[in-house]
């Protein structure tokens, strides 16, 4: 009988911070800027550099703290982590070992099976590493010091995941909370959220943990799901053919759907930790903390049931609308401008998420006004545009955000309203048809759509369908 293996997994996510500047020095941290122009004395290691604390660094991850259910260590302060690695300028990091700033955590994730509780064994700030660029053409790596001392916060969790399913949901649950917070875009394509995976597996029924690998390289949530699974059978084959596993850091190789060993954790590295000589220790008063805890928002179980109450939307809208702030912000602002919320949802749920698939964009980089797309709304139910137009409009609102009442204007969409001039076009489709009027009048009721659609071109789709439809029933 073939034995049943369960999987154990602990998560350490590492979060850049949306601040301004870098974590010890006023650099900026603006992603994609040409490589070493985001540099100084102290992100690049200079001798008799010193690091002073960006304040907002401390803020936000207090905030992302309280919004887990972790405690704050009000009396906090940093490490220096040494090791060699040729983008680590200083041949050590600043981070926190001892004294963490918030321990002992927790968030809620619902899968299928149900609603589970995942511990945080605690969340520490440290400052990012540059960046090695591999040039194979070469043979050579160059080093870009950009990244380097941009703020982070590790979120170390509690070895309390069993699949890839709980993982997912987990790293969802803590994207959406950070981005609600505003303390980082969590963008896994540009590095601003990295998971690495610590997974182990042991028989059913055991108590005492396997040995466990971390897993790198992962920045996609469908990557992580296939990591997951490739190396829980990776381990699985390993000990059905009575090998040991090793412990060791991997790599995932996404494209080859495999992962490979980095280096061996056998012994594990000696970091020689000890208190950063050169930042003093953190004193984070009752009245600092009061203050941060009066700034939470409203995060997204509290907005779901909010919206259940307020708006008559379905609760799979509601789910979709608030999965993100940018979409919740633009749905409460449009709807706070007199737009009923129903038609408000249509459009963000319609033509909104086709067009994010389409155009593969993430619904955080959305730039449309919610003042514009109040102004659509309005155009569509004063029947001043009809719904072909009103699709035409949104896309140029969503590419540029115009202003759709001068669009309309400009362009000449307004919808015809003349019953006079409409009659003549319909009676002028109704002569160079005769086939449809005589499909029609033997009862096949669909030729009635072919003229309609004829009419609608004629009129260039400025016309009310509704109308278009009514004069030719009656002229037929």
């Known amino acids: ?276 000589p050169d930042l003093v220790p953190i004193v984070i008063s009752d009245a600092w903390l009061t203050e941060i805890k009066n700034r939470q928002p409203e995060f997204r179980e509290e907005k779901m049931k909010r919206y259940q109450k307020e708006y008559d939307i379905p609760e799979y809208d509601i789910s979709i609308i608030t999965a993100t702030k940018r979409m919740a912000d633009i749905f409460e602002e449009t709807v706070s401008l007199g737009a009923n919320p129903k038609k408000v949802s249509n459009w963000l749920m319609v033509e909104t998420m086709r067009l994010l698939k389409e155009q593969e964009i993430e619904p955080e980089d959305l730039h449309f006004s919610s003042k514009n797309l109040a102004k659509l709304i309005a155009l569509t139910e004063s029947k001043a545009i009809n719904s072909t137009v009103a699709k035409e409009v949104f896309e140029k609102i969503f590419e540029e955000d115009i202003d759709p009442e001068k669009y309309v204007e400009e362009k000449g969409l307004k919808t015809v309203n003349d019953e006079g001039a409409l009659r003549h076009t319909i009676e002028k489709v109704i002569a160079e048809n005769p086939q449809s009027v005589e499909d029609y009048h033997k009862g096949k009721k669909k030729a009635i759509g072919f003229l309609v659609g004829q009419t609608m071109k004629e009129m260039k789709g400025k016309a009310d369908p509704g109308m278009v439809n009514q004069i030719l029933q009656e002229l037929l």
């Open 1 to 276: 009988m073939s034995k049943e293996y369960e999987t154990v997994i602990g998560l350490e996510v590492h979060v850049e911070l949306a601040t301004k500047t870098k974590i010890f020095c006023g650099c900026s941290t603006a992603f994609g800027s040409a490589s070493n122009t985001h540099t100084c004395p102290v992100c690049t290691g200079q001798p008799g550099s010193l690091p002073v604390l960006n304040k907002q660094v401390v803020e936000y991850a207090i905030a992302v703290g309280l919004a887990t259910n972790c405690e704050i260590t009000q009396y906090c302060k940093f490490d220096r982590k040494n090791y060699f690695y040729p983008d680590n300028p200083q041949n050590y990091q600043i981070s926190q070992l001892y004294l963490p700033i918030c321990r002992n955590g927790n968030v809620e994730i619902e899968t299928e099976k149900g609603k589970k509780s995942v511990g945080i064994h605690e969340i520490h700030m440290e400052e990012d590493a540059g960046k090695l660029i591999h040039d194979d053409w070469e043979d050579c790596s160059f080093v870009d010091f950009n990244r380097s001392g941009v703020p982070l916060i590790e979120i170390v969790s509690e070895p309390d995941m069993r699949s890839a399913e709980e993982v997912i949901a987990y790293l969802d649950k803590l994207k959406t909370t950070i981005q609600y917070l505003g303390a980082s875009d969590c963008k896994l394509q540009e590095g601003s959220m990295r998971a690495d995976v610590n997974l182990s597996i042991r028989e059913v029924g055991t108590k005492e943990f396997g040995t466990r690998t971390e897993m790198k390289n992962l920045n996609s949530f469908k990557a992580i799901a296939r990591a997951i699974e490739g190396e829980r059978e990776r381990q699985i084959d390993l000990l059905e053919s009575g090998e040991k596993i090793i412990q060791e850091t991997r790599r995932w190789d996404d494209v080859k759907g495999e992962s490979y060993a980095m280096r061996s954790k056998e012994d594990a590295q000696d970091y020689r930790y000890f208190p950063e």
